[in-house]
């Protein structure tokens, strides 16, 4: 009998620890639900062009390259991509080798112009990610929504982005294919 009250004790203690276990894992996921609900990434009164002028001298300056974000406020996938640029693994990267310039396309009716000159086609889904270097020049526009869904991504495909890109890898000659829109 007693051997049978302390089976059922372990098993309960068992049940209180995979319990606790499962809070403890989904703390995060939580936290990122959290952040993606309260996240204003994108600005609805900025003006973008501005905002891409500034962003190309500050680069060219700093010998930075330019990342374009494209997305909505509404777009989960969008604010996953948020999070995962500012991940502690991949914003050292992203601070000292880009300035990110969020571009608001609204419910697909702001920043339309913007998209087109840079050849994205918004028709794919957001987010949507060019590369330029600090003279303006494309280096990469996402022409098949490879960040559309990024909740099948993980920081880790943010971070490679982020390595590919950055000016160094690309710095070659002005002739270089790394200096042409890239169909990736």
Known sequence: MGERILHQNSK????ILSCFALI???RPVQQARAQME??????????????IRAALATAAHEHKNVILDF??????DCQLLNIY???PS????????YVLVDVNVGDYDRN????QQYGIPLNKGVPALVVLDGQGRVLYAQRHGEFEKMSTLDTSAVMAFLEKWKPHAHAASPKSPAHTTSQH
Do not use: P
């Open 12 to 15: 309960f203690t068992l049940r």
């Open 24 to 26: 403890l894992l989904m």
């Open 38 to 51: 309260s996240a204003i990434i994108y600005s609805d009164t900025a003006d973008a062009k501005a905002e």
């Open 71 to 76: 997305g909505g406020n509404w777009c989960s």
């Open 85 to 87: 640029f500012h991940d």
């Open 90 to 97: 991949n914003a050292g990267v992203l601070q000292r080798n």
């Open 112 to 115: 339309l112009d913007i998209a």
